[in-house]
């Protein structure tokens, strides 16, 4: 049995999460086994890819209580069993790009040594440096 194609994440979904972690300390965009990764260090931030289904996904890092939230949240959120702190999270047209970036803005946080993560203004939470 063949394997279904993956579709390519939109370009312009890329450059959308990279504006959001392509500007903290340290962290970098790079090919992953499937779509695009974004790293700091050795620690994966965020993972965006297109599925078999022909859906596309990111995951990306939360803290363990919002991670139990996000799971009894229904779509666009999904469960990663592969990870205790990991979510999943689909994208599409209807996408809220605001919400991503705080997320993602925390999972760069949860992922990043602390001195880095010390020095970047998380919405709705002060700056720790």
């Known amino acids: ?25 340290r962290c970098a965009q790079e090919p992953a086994w499937t779509g ?17 289904d022909q859906r596309f996904r990111i995951t990306f890092r939360a803290d363990a209580d919002e991670v139990m939230a996000f799971q009894h949240m229904g779509e666009p959120y999904f469960n990663v069993s592969w990870s205790g702190n990991a979510v999943g999270m689909l ?31 998380r919405p709705g939470r002060p700056a720790l440096g």
Not at 36 to 50: I, K, P, Q
Not at 100 to 121: K, N, R, W
């Open 91 to 121: 994208l599409d047209d209807d996408t809220d790009w605001d919400e991503l970036a705080e997320l993602l803005t925390d999972s760069y946080c949860i992922q990043a040594p602390a001195s880095l993560a010390a020095g970047v203004e």
């Open 36 to 52: 695009t990764r974004w790293r700091v260090g050795g620690a994966t931030v965020a993972h965006v890819f297109g599925g078999e």
């Open 1 to 25: 049995m063949a394997l279904a194609d993956r579709p390519l994440v939109p370009e312009e979904w890329v450059r959308r999460v990279d504006a959001i972690l392509g500007v903290l300390p």
